[in-house]
């Protein structure tokens, strides 16, 4: 199972030396805290994942996870600007130096023909280090296309935020952060959609820690 691969090269990759003390916590939406179960099956991963939000509805998107208002309404739930706040702002009231962030349309109902179900969006951060997008992507894309065989719906791009230029003022965390967003189109039922969601969210955290 790709969930029980990703997990394993997860681990593995956070024992090395350089990671003793790395924080790493999670936001969901569709996934519905389906990454942290996967997380927390592991013993002792306590030493690096410190926890996550459940945020399924948009108000709790924006009481909890800070996401404004007019990114909702001008983007929706189910976007790159969404995600990407999602995951920064996890980061930084967390202090954690990598996080990831999950919204998609699982299915049946839901989709649109802008958003067809199977639609997720993906944000990764880290603080701890530059990611360096080509490296990280070369990998990442091969192994989403030779593993899951997806159609890759919005190119990776990678951004460098502050919390001067997100306005995160929810802690005196100082850290920048590097964000990468990408976005897939899933096939399958709604169990099937969030399954893969999973192994891509754990599968971003390698091939990140990974480089």
């Given amino acids: 199972m790709l969930v029980d691969q990703c997990l394993q090269e997860l681990h593995s990759i956070l024992k090395r030396p350089q990671y003793k003390g790395l924080g790493c916590v999670t936001a969901e939406s569709c996934t519905g805290g389906g990454i942290g179960e996967a997380l927390t099956s592991i013993s002792g991963i306590s030493q690096w994942y410190w926890g996550g939000w459940i945020t399924y509805s948009n108000q709790m998107k924006q009481d909890f996870l800070h996401v404004p ?39 049946p109902d839901g989709g649109s023909i802008e958003k067809p179900v199977g639609t997720v969006y993906f944000a990764w951060t880290c603080s701890v280090f530059n990611i360096d997008l080509k490296l990280v992507m070369i990998s990442f894309l091969k192994w989403i296309q030779d593993e899951m065989k997806l159609a890759i719906i919005a190119q990776p791009t990678l951004q460098k935020l502050s919390n001067a230029s997100m306005k995160l003022t929810t802690s005196n965390n100082a850290q920048d952060y590097s964000v990468l967003i990408l976005g897939i189109q899933f096939s399958g039922d709604r169990q099937q959609v969030r399954s893969q969601t999973i192994a891509v969210a754990l599968r971003g955290w390698v091939e990140i820690l990974n480089t």
């Fill in 69 to 107: 208002k007019l990114t909702l309404k001008n983007h929706g739930a189910v976007s790159p600007e969404t995600v990407s706040a999602m995951a920064l702002h996890a980061a930084q009231q967390a202090d954690a130096n990598i996080s990831v962030a999950v919204s998609g349309i699982a299915g």
